[in-house]
Nanobody, 129 residues
């Protein structure tokens, strides 16, 4: 079972950028489709982005399309979330997640939490106005 550890969160002003990283260990990373989710206080967890095994296919939530990029480096067992032009409404705890579901790995379009098997502990992102 893969273990996931996120890093890179912090406090940033609106319009700024952050890059989150999620390091995986304990499994064959390239076998896992990966996703990023977030949960703001008082709100339900929501999908931010997903990526296929190879990194060639991705999917984004409408609210972040054009501002956030998911990528992965299978040689480093790491998935990234580059976040630009951040807004106060992006404030949340960000989680990475992994899944062995083949369809997620092929298409990189899994945006439901129930599709994922393993979760990291989360990293806080706070965007001030």
């Amino acid at each position: 079972q893969v273990q996931l550890v996120e890093s890179g969160g912090g406090l940033v002003q609106a319009g700024g950028s952050l890059r989150l990283s999620c390091a995986a260990s304990g499994g064959t990373f390239s076998n896992y489709a990966m996703g990023w989710f977030r949960q703001a206080p008082g709100k339900e967890r929501e999908s931010v982005a997903a990526v296929s095994w190879s990194g060639a296919r991705t999917r984004y939530a409408d609210s972040v399309e054009g501002r956030i990029t998911i990528s992965r480096d299978n040689t480093r067992n790491t998935v990234y979330l580059q976040m630009n032009n951040l807004k106060p409404e992006d404030t949340a705890v960000y989680y990475c997640a992994s899944t062995l579901r083949r369809s997620c790995g092929v298409w990189g379009d899994c945006d439901s939490g129930i599709d994922y098997d393993n979760w990291g502990q989360g990293t806080q992102v706070t965007v001030s106005s």
